[in-house]
């Protein structure tokens, strides 16, 4: 019985806990969690590097995405046991942070919890495991920092976001890409800072990858209020409005008598003077075109579209912002506060059909602080694809402009760091030093996984990179020849973030599940649904009850 109480008095066992109610301790909590971190670590570590595979996963709508990208399978695969969610939870960060090397992360954790097993089998006590890779994971920092190479320069960007895309359906359409990329982190950055949502990705099907485009502004999925509007406006002069332009519809209840039909159309005269003063205050700005968050009236639109305004209504607030940014326009909360110093400027706004979508074009502003790249992809399946891989591209090249720091890829910064590690090793007494080696054998899964991935014999290629290490912490696994190589010179690098956190959040992650010896589940819990489960991952469903 695994029921947490005690005898009572009559020998009747007390009970605190709601019948049902499921429990696992010590070694056996440590070991299903491990085995759970295990198996979710094992199942993305196919995808791992230029040559990892893809993931077709299905949902119970039947609807499929074909990714390659560690946090997207992740999300997708609706896990319910709880150390594997903590390891999701590692994947998530890594992708908020860096946007990139949510595989890395994982499967570091992963190899992390399975070196600690065989610690366990050794006795060596959990606290002592995690004392050690604590200790590792601050050492290992130390070590990153000194290999890291100080560069941001215009190549290095480019280098970097290549390496983020290699492997990911962006074959043909790597080089063209990066410079896309590049050149719109570079635009939109400030002040050495770089918010990622000034890039607006919009993806449209049909052509092909190369055929993406960077427009130096912005992009609105919606079309112009009326057809009878210009179709093209040069020179915009752009107002924001964050207000109705209609006359406030009456509160539900409210009822007007009207005693006479001259009333009623006293009363319409009076609405369409107050729309008409609506748009003549707009238009007295020198706005040529208004984007209007909110609704604008028939009435409005057609005194508009007379004066050849091009406007637009209930515009997101997001392409609200990036009209600012880009534009320079400030957004008017209220029509009287509308005055010409708020205009925008944009040297050309039109309206264009690519493939099915309807799209407005803010384009040829002035230095703007919001751009748009539209991705071009043969089917959605693939264009999709493309996308996650230049997001992870746009994160890389911020954080390399951000921090100004790259480190080598292709398992050079994992294996420097492990020797690194073995060294310090030796220095601690205890069993400390055990753990901390673990933590050292443990980063050697990323050279080892990019070389299975290829089809390379992994036990070769580490004990190729071992030796080329002596010499320099740039030699890693060139995927594409074969062999052991400069990163540096091979040109495939990485921003140190991405490594910085990758370590930091496995480690985090290994260190918390092992310090679990006590899990109590409440029978609330969802029933794991193993049937919407791929195979082989039955059993990592919530936690068996204990009886
Ligand atoms: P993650 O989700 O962790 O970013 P990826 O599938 O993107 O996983 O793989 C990233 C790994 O692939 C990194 O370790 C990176 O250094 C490595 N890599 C990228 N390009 C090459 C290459 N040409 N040769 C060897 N390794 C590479
Ligand atoms: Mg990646």
């Known amino acids: ?14 009970l605190i806990l709601p019948e049902g109610t499921s429990r696992l301790l010590g070694r056996d909590a440590q070991r299903m969690n491990i085995m759970a971190g295990k198996v979710l670590a094992e199942t993305i570590r196919t995808t791992l590097g230029p040559k990892g595979m893809d993931k077709m996963l299905v949902d119970s709508l039947g609807d499929i995405v074909v990714t390659n990208d560690g946090v997207t399978i992740l999300k997708e695969m609706d896990i319910e046991h709880p150390a594997a969610k903590m390891l999701v939870e590692v994947a998530k960060t890594q992708e908020d942070e860096v946007g990139d090397g949510t595989t890395t992360a ?24 995690s004392m050690g890779y604590r200790r590792a994971a601050a050492k290992a920092q130390e070590i990153l920092n000194e290999i890291a190479i100080d560069r941001n320069d215009r190549d290095t960007l480019l280098e970097v976001a290549i390496t983020a895309m290699t492997g990911k359906g962006t074959e043909k359409a790597r080089q063209p890409l990066a410079e896309l990329i590049v050149s719109a982190v570079k635009q939109v950055e400030e002040d050495g800072e770089v918010d990622k949502d000034h890039i607006n990705i919009h993806r449209i099907q049909g052509a092909t990858v190369e055929d993406s485009q960077i427009v130096n502004g912005v992009v609105i999925d919606k079309g112009r209020l009326d057809p009878s509007m210009p179709k093209k406006v040069q020179d915009a002069k752009i107002a924001l409005l964050k207000y109705p332009v209609e006359v406030k519809s009456l509160e539900t209840d409210a009822k007007i008598k009207l005693t006479d039909p001259n009333q009623m159309q006293a009363f319409i005269e009076q609405e369409e003077a107050m729309i008409k003063d609506m748009v003549d205050k707009i238009l007295a700005t020198g706005a040529n075109v208004l984007f209007c968050q909110k609704g604008i009236d028939d009435l409005a639109q057609h005194y508009l579209a007379r004066e050849g305004v091009f406007a637009v209504k209930r515009v997101r607030k997001s392409d609200i912002e990036r009209l600012e940014k880009a534009t320079g326009a400030n957004l008017a909360t209220n029509i009287e506060d509308l005055k010409p110093e708020d205009l925008g400027e944009a040297g050309m706004v039109y309206e264009k059909k690519i493939f099915d979508e309807v799209l407005i074009f803010v384009e040829e502003c002035h230095d703007p602080k919001a751009v748009s790249i539209i991705l071009r992809g043969s089917t959605k399946h693939v264009a999709e694809e493309v996308e996650r891989a230049v997001d992870d591209a746009i994160g890389v090249v911020s954080a390399t402009v951000e921090d100004g720091k790259v480190v080598a890829g292709g398992g050079a910064a994992e294996m420097a760091i492990s020797k690194g590690l073995r060294d ?41 990179i071992r030796a080329a290490q002596e010499n320099s912490p740039y030699m890693g696994i060139n995927i594409f020849e074969g062999k052991v190589t400069n990163m540096k010179v091979s040109r495939v690098i990485e921003p140190h973030r991405v490594k910085k956190q990758a370590i930091q959040s496995a480690a985090e992650a290994a260190e918390m599940i092992l310090r679990i010896d006590d899990m109590i589940a409440s029978t609330k819990a969802r029933e794991p649904d193993m049937e919407g489960m791929p195979p082989g991952m039955g059993g990592m469903g919530g936690m068996p009850p204990m009886m």
Do not use: C
């Open 106 to 129: 994982v499967v570091i954790a992963g190899e992390l919890l399975k070196k600690a097993e065989d610690l366990l089998e050794q006795d060596v006590h959990p606290t002592i495991i």
């Open 1 to 14: 019985m695994a029921q947490l109480g005690g005898q009572g008095q009559q020998g009747q066992p007390i």
């Open 424 to 464: 310090y090793a030796d220095t601690i007494s205890g069993r400390e030093q055990l753990a901390v080696a673990a933590f050292a054998d443990a980063l050697e899964i990323i050279p080892k996984t990019l070389a299975e991935n290829a089809g390379l014999d992994s036990i070769d290629t580490l004990v190729d």
